[in-house]
């Protein structure tokens, strides 16, 4: 066993850890001694993949509002005490990455996750960050004040403090396979463990046809609905998949919440707009084809519009014949049609798993955490990232969630550097 009592041992060097580690060197100015642990033999792994290699890295609007939890005040207080321009200022002023915002969405200006990567790196190595790589920990235990963490290697490692950024069970493919409630075990109240469920993944659906549409891109707006009420909605593209079902960034924005609907056993239902207009707009635009392609077949009529196989698709969920002439249609089945467009309910019976997922929800409940992220009545252990039941919608918020509870937790530690 190590005779070195660390000031802090973080367990995960993914992009809250690393994040971690980066803040308490400054906070300290380099005093604090620091080792991050991590069962991969390079850090970030889920980080390189992130905004498909580019790396979303924040959004401009990063509030409360954009995300799930049971603690939205103390979410709302962590993200005013450390924002995305507070992010951005770290990004840029300690670490030296330039930043570019693309409409509130904020990226390395190389556009490159591995830049993100390389700059924790540059940065921890200079100042004297350990790092022990390759070996995963398997138990942590608290003793006389003093934490204790073993590793797969035989090793145990000790520390006065510890930030536990182990990540979720969203890509366990990167190392975060979901059990940081075992882990935990012992230090937190199970009560306090909220199991991981897939979030920000594709939705699937039996409804007959649907596999035919793979592939098919729309613009629109999706609404999630337990079947009486709207529970969540996004707009944006919206994808078809080969497995019979919907994705795309918006899909995504609901699927979290579509999983909980079917977790307690009840069918959740999406309503697409596949236009992105209104309805009176979509009905105006087939009476001008109504009009002036009366000889043409329905789909035909409206292919300029959108794809001809989804346009087939809508009309026989409309109880409306795509092979008739449009010319024959009257004012209440060009109605019907309109509203079909604008307004077509999918009936999900599921949704993409872990491998899928880009996030997950589930984890420590934030409610058990104080203001620093320090597990409530627990000195000195401390939880951030994805290990927290946090999760945001696509577009750099759960980055920004990683950063903001990262700086949190390093301020708390630095307190007792
Ligand atoms: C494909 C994809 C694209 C994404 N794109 C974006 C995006 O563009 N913008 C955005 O905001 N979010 C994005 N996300 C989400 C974002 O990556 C996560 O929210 C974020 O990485 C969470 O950070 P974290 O540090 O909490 O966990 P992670 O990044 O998952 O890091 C956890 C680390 O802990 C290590 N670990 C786990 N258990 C142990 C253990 N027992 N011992 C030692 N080490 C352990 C793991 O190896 C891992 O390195 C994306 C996610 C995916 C999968």
Redo the contacts with the bound molecule.
């Keep these: 066993m190590s005779r070195t009592v660390y000031d802090c041992i973080i ?8 994040f971690a580690a980066s803040m308490l060197v400054k906070l300290t100015s380099g005093k604090a001694k620091i080792l991050i ?4 033999d390079r ?5 390189a ?4 290699g ?6 401009k609007n990063a509030l409360a509002d954009k995300y799930y939890t049971d603690a939205p005040e103390l979410l709302d207080g962590c993200l005013k005490a450390f924002g995305s321009e507070d992010a951005v200022s770290f990004f840029e002023n300690e670490l030296g990455i330039v930043t570019v915002c693309d409409n509130g969405l904020y990226y390395p200006s190389t556009y490159r996750a591995q830049t993100v990567i390389d700059s924790f790196k540059f940065f921890l190595d200079e100042s004297g960050v350990e790092m022990k790589l390759g ?4 138990k942590i235990s608290l003793n006389n004040g003093i934490y204790e963490a073993a590793l797969k290697d035989g090793s145990v490692c000790k520390a006065r403090n510890l930030i536990v ?4 069970s ?2 366990p493919s ?4 979901g ?2 409630g075992l ?1 935990l075990k012992g230090l937190v109240d199970s009560s306090d463990i909220v199991d991981f469920r897939p979030a ?1 993944t594709s939705l699937t659906s039996k409804m007959q046809g649907m596999k035919a549409l793979a592939g098919i891109r729309c613009k629109g707006k999706v609404d999630l609905s337990d079947g009486s009420k709207t529970i969540d909605s996004s707009e944006g593209e919206i994808i078809f998949s080969k497995e019979g079902g919907i994705s795309g960034i918006c899909v995504m924005d609901i699927s979290g919440a579509a999983v909980k609907l079917l977790d307690k056993g009840v069918k959740p239902v999406v309503t697409v707009n596949l236009t992105g207009r209104s309805e009176e707009d979509v009905m105006k635009m087939i009476e001008t084809r109504h009009n002036r392609f009366a000889g043409r077949n329905v789909s035909s009529a409206l292919s300029g519009m959108m794809p001809r196989v989804l346009c087939e698709f809508v009309c026989k969920t409309a109880g409306i014949d795509p092979a008739a002439s449009i010319g024959d249609l009257g004012d209440k089945e060009i109605s019907v049609l309109a509203k079909s467009l604008c307004a077509m309910k999918i009936p999900v019976d599921g949704f993409g798993g872990n491998d899928k ?3 997950s929800s589930g984890g420590i409940r934030l409610s058990a955490m104080n203001q620093n992220m320090q597990y409530r009545n627990r000195k000195g252990l401390y939880i ?4 927290l039941d946090v999760d ?1 919608r ?9 950063w903001s509870s ?1 700086a949190a937790a390093a301020k708390g530690v630095a307190a007792d550097v």
């Design positions: 367990i995960g060097g993914g992009a809250s850890g690393l642990i991590d069962g991969n850090c970030g792994k889920k980080l993949l992130t905004g498909s580019r790396c979303n890295l924040s959004n070996s995963r920990c398997t950024s182990a990540g979720g969203a890509y990167t190392g975060s396979d059990t940081v882990l920000l997922a880009q996030v951030t990232g994805e290990a945001g696509c577009g750099g918020f759960n980055l920004q969630w990683a990262a």
